[in-house]
Structure formats: structure tokens, C-alpha cells
């Protein structure tokens, strides 16, 4: 953006990083608690900061230590993250309309540094679609106060990990910390669904070589929803048929379960807001 | 796994989180996801969390075990029973350290 230090840009980036502000703390305990996880798992210091720089993606950072300790093959660690990192690909459908007007290494950019957090607030900002000034430069603020705020704690978290004994068990904090983000992403029942039998057939399956049993559990958790959801249509069919508008899962998704942390919870979560956000981008 | 492959697993995770988050942004501005397909992609991270978590808890060096021996597990109970009642992601973290140093230094 060549007018990016115009007067106009510097205040909205200025704005960005102000609204983004609130949800620093919460992403800083966060950025600790993996460093942490990190550094006490089977990956060594600068593999850990590696990391934490390049993947910038806490859940999936959590989720694949576990595969590391266990030895897993890398395409078991890299389809898992693709699966915990599938929301992103609803957020990057509702940043679409607002920077297409945007060559494509710059959307590329944009895309990788979006997060959970940064969308919800650029989603309740309901910006026109296309080119407004300002809007890219509001991104870049709150991308820029949550890129440094994550990064700082999570390699504060890796440097302070080795001050802890090993046999205090801190690798455990990193699935304590998927704990809240599990439960607050089932705010629907068909949810509710997906993750049990997704449990269900991990365990099952858990003797198949190579854990094939991930791939099996994702693809039945997704089997299990969308039956849960044509039921629900089908039992809401009776009242009113509006057509597209799925009021199906709605039955049960009017309250989703307060976030763990009011705005700032980073994950998972934000996906359910998420697609009421993208609705309305449209 | 060797070096080499940890840190092929780190830049294909990287790869991934482009991938991912700029997926349509790379000229999908008409696109419209269908209502099915965005649920759908909402299971799949939380079922993803729990088929890596549930199995990684119930695995102890000994086998499967819901055994009391299985202190990550009854602290990670412990944790998710302070979230469901309070929410917080800290006190759940927290909570499940004090539960599973309890176990460790007294069961």
C-alpha cells in the first residue's frame, strides 16, 4: 500500500491495534501455556521457536505435540493440523469480498496473519465490501498488536519452560489447554454429535498402524453432524419451511456456551460466530 | 523422528496455516460456502481436538487405562469440571496442574 503512512491509514491501524487491545491478556496467557507445552515436549528449543514463528497457529501447535511424543508419520502431524486448522477456511471466505481488490501475494499475506480473534472484531466492524480506506490498514493493526503479543509470550513461554522440572509435568498444561476450546465449539447439538463419535472411533481404532484412526474419527465425527443436522431439519420441517435459510441447528444454537473468556477466547469457538458473520458479509 | 522430519513437520504445518487461512482469498470473492459445508468445517477442528486428546489421556506406558494410576487423566477431569463450571481457561489449566501434582506427590 503506497499511501500507507497517510494520515488516514496511521489512524486506522492506530484503531485496529486499540480494538484489539482487550484481548492481549487472554492472548498472552495463551502464547505462554504453549511455549511452555512446546518447550517441554519432544522438540528442542529451536524447533519449538521455529515453530512458533512459522506454523502461528496455537491450536494445531497443541494439537500435533502429542503426535510428536507418540513418533507418528509426518503426514498423521500434517493432516491433523489441516483438520484443527479447517476453520480458517470459513474466515478466509468472509475476508474474501473485503480485499479482493488486493494483488494476490497481498491477500496471501493478509490471509496467513488473520486469526480467531482478528475476525470476529473485523467481522462486528461490518465494513462494506471492496475498497475502503482504512479497512486494510485496521486489519493490519489488530494483525500486527495479536502477532507480537503471541509471539513475545510464546517465547517467553519455550525460554521460562527449562526453569521447570521435568517431572512437573507442564507438557500436560498443552491439553488443558485444548479443554476449553473442545467444549466451547460444541454449542450445537449436532456438535455435540461430531465430537463423540469422534472419540468413540478414535478409541476403537487406536491399534490401527500409522493412527489412521484420526483421519477415521474426523470423517465420522463429519458424517455424524451432518446426519444430526438433516435430523433436526427433518424434525424442524414441520413448522416452516423458509427454504435455504437452515433453521435446523438453530433449535439448539440460540445461547452457544459463553466463551471462556468473554471477547478474547482465541480458538475454536469463534467459528460458530463466524458463520453468522460471513452471512451477513455477503 | 529425526530433526530432519520434526522440522519438515514445522514448515508443512506452516505451509498449512497459509494454505488454510488464505484459501479463498486467493480468488474466491464469488464463492459461497453452503450452509452444510461451513458446519462441516466447524466439526471437523473440534473432533480433530478430542481424537488426538482422548486417546493421548486414556495411553499410559502400561496401555489403555482408566485406572487412578492415570493421573494425567483424573486431573484432566478435574480441569474440564472447573471449566464447565466456571469458564475460564487459566483456572482450567491451573486447577488441572494443582490436580495432577496432588496425584503425583500423594496418590
Given amino acids: ?282 | 523422528m529425526s530433526a530432519t522430519q520434526v522440522w519438515l513437520a514445522i514448515a508443512g504445518m506452516a505451509l498449512i496455516t497459509s494454505i488454510t487461512r488464505a484459501l479463498f482469498l486467493m480468488g474466491g470473492e464469488r464463492m459461497i460456502l453452503p450452509e452444510r459445508v461451513q458446519r462441516a468445517l466447524r466439526y471437523a477442528p473440534a473432533a480433530a481436538l478430542v481424537a488426538v486428546v482422548v486417546p493421548d489421556l486414556l495411553t499410559t506406558p502400561n496401555g489403555l487405562s482408566i485406572a487412578f494410576s492415570n493421573h494425567a487423566l483424573y486431573a484432566s477431569l478435574c480441569g474440564l469440571a472447573w471449566f464447565l463450571w466456571r469458564r475460564g481457561m487459566l483456572g482450567t489449566i491451573v486447577v488441572g496442574m494443582i490436580a495432577f501434582t496432588a496425584l503425583r506427590l500423594f496418590a
Avoid at chain 1, 23 to 42: E, N, Y
Avoid at chain 1, 124 to 137: I, L, S, V, W
Avoid at chain 1, 225 to 247: H, L, N
Wanted: net charge positive; proline share 7%; aromatic share 10%.
Fill in chain 1, 1 to 282: 500500500m503506497f499511501d500507507r503512512l497517510s494520515d488516514l491509514n496511521r489512524r486506522a491501524f492506530l484503531d485496529g491495534v486499540k480494538t484489539l487491545s482487550p484481548a492481549v491478556p487472554a492472548t498472552f496467557s495463551w502464547g505462554l501455556v504453549t511455549g511452555i507445552a512446546m518447550a517441554k515436549s519432544v522438540l528442542t528449543v529451536p524447533q519449538a521457536l521455529g515453530m512458533s514463528l512459522a506454523v502461528y497457529a496455537g491450536s494445531s501447535q497443541l494439537a500435533v505435540l502429542p503426535l510428536f511424543a507418540a513418533k507418528l508419520p509426518l503426514w498423521t502431524i500434517l493432516l491433523t493440523a489441516a483438520m484443527v486448522n479447517l476453520r480458517f477456511v470459513i474466515f478466509s471466505a468472509g475476508l474474501a469480498p473485503h480485499f479482493a481488490y488486493l494483488p494476490l501475494h497481498r491477500r496471501l499475506v493478509l490471509g496467513y496473519f488473520n486469526g480467531d480473534i482478528i475476525y470476529l472484531m473485523f467481522q462486528k466492524r461490518n465494513f462494506p465490501t471492496g475498497y475502503q480506506p482504512g479497512k486494510e490498514a485496521f486489519f493490519w493493526g489488530m494483525a500486527a498488536a495479536s502477532w507480537s503479543s503471541w509471539q513475545v509470550s510464546s517465547i517467553v513461554g519455550i525460554l521460562l519452560a527449562s526453569l521447570f522440572p521435568d517431572n512437573w509435568g507442564l507438557e500436560l498444561a498443552g491439553t488443558l489447554a485444548l479443554i476449553p476450546l473442545i467444549v466451547s465449539a460444541i454449542a450445537t447439538r449436532s456438535t455435540l454429535a461430531a465430537v463423540g463419535v469422534a472419540s468413540v472411533i478414535a478409541l476403537l481404532t487406536l491399534d490401527l498402524p500409522y493412527r489412521l484412526s484420526l483421519p477415521l474419527a474426523v470423517a465420522a465425527a463429519l458424517l455424524a453432524g451432518t446426519f444430526a443436522d438433516i435430523m433436526a431439519e427433518k424434525m424442524g420441517a414441520g413448522r416452516k419451511t423458509t427454504g435455504a435459510k437452515s433453521p435446523a441447528p438453530r433449535l439448539t444454537e440460540t445461547e452457544p456456551l459463553n466463551p471462556p473468556f468473554d471477547i478474547k477466547q482465541p480458538d475454536l469457538d469463534k467459528a460458530a460466530t463466524s458463520t453468522k458473520n460471513t452471512g451477513s458479509a455477503r
